[in-house]
């Protein structure tokens, strides 16, 4: 079966989980590596990735999938908040909604990514306080993401198709 891996990534997480999915599949097979594009419709199987924007994907991205009708898809993406897999879900529903009509979802997979330093500074330039708190906290728990351990379980979904 061949496929391609189609991501979209504007801090380089996506793309490790791209690339770490062709590290568990081999290259042999893949059609196409990279930013959306027609090329990638030729492949029996899809991995969509995406970085999140407002709750859900991309604009690009969100155009490639509605062009997936009838193909297999595997979904995947990173998120600079975690910590909660209700949150990761909503995400994805959101993300799985655009797809085209016809396309069989065969699996996702979410994790948290590390965010920009500045993403930091507006937050410390916040006023003090708990919410403040709450999100200098969670930066700082993403900036190791993704790890060896979501890189790890992404391989080993895609691995079960």
């Not at 200098?136 to 790890?152: E, S, T």
Request: glycine share 10%; proline share 4%; aromatic share 10%.
């Amino acid at each position: 079966m061949t496929y391609a891996i189609v991501y979209s990534s504007k801090t380089g997480n996506t793309e490790q989980l791209a690339k770490a999915i062709r590290d568990a599949l081999g290259a042999q097979d893949c059609l196409y590596f990279g930013p959306p594009s027609a090329e990638a419709l030729a492949a029996d199987r899809i991995f969509a990735g995406f970085w999140t924007n407002i709750g859900t994907c991309d604009e690009a991205m969100g155009d490639f999938l509605a062009k997936l009708g009838g193909k297999s898809v595997f979904v995947f993406g990173t998120a600079g908040f975690g910590g909660a897999q209700s949150y990761f879900d909503k995400i994805m529903n959101s993300v799985t909604a655009r797809l085209g009509e016809g396309a069989q979802l065969c699996g996702t997979f979410m994790c948290q990514g590390r965010m920009p330093a500045a993403v930091r500074a507006r937050y410390e330039a916040m006023p003090e306080g708990p919410r403040r708190d709450m999100m200098i906290k969670n930066f700082d728990a993403a900036l190791p993401h993704p790890d060896a351990d979501d890189l790890a379980r992404l391989q080993t979904a895609v691995r079960a198709l």
